[in-house]
């Protein structure tokens, strides 16, 4: 059972940046694809990006392609979303989540695992 706990939400303006962490714990997490997705009120939990279990292939939604940059660090058990250029649409929850299959996948069904999520506000 893969644990994972979100960091680094917060109010910014538009225009500004913040970086995402998510820890996991409680597995093997260099074996496991990572997304993160996002869910603003009202709606449904949206894709955001994902990266493949050895970092060197990584998806992004059309929304955030050149804003947003999705890494990791297996040596740290973390998964990180680089976010700039942020925008009042941006404002959600945003969630990471974990795949068994390595792989990454813009489908929320393909994850087996997610964590609590963070606040993400930006004001116009």
């Known amino acids: 059972q893969v644990q994972s706990v979100e960091s680094g939400g917060g109010l910014v303006e538009a225009g500004g940046s913040l970086r995402l962490s998510c820890v996991a714990s409680?597995?093997?997490?260099?074996?496991?694809?990572m997304g993160w997705f996002r869910q603003a009120p009202g709606k449904e939990r949206d894709f955001v990006a994902a990266i493949n279990w050895r970092g060197d292939s990584t998806y992004y939604s059309g929304s955030v392609k050149g804003r947003f940059t999705i890494s990791r660090d297996n040596t740290k058990n973390t998964v990180y979303l680089q976010m700039n250029n942020l925008k009042s649409e941006d404002t959600a929850v945003y969630y990471c989540a974990a795949d068994r299959e390595r792989y990454g996948t813009m489908w929320s069904s393909a994850y087996d695992y997610w964590g609590q999520g963070t606040q993400v506000t930006v004001s116009s």
């Open positions: 409680g597995g093997t997490f260099s074996i496991y694809g």
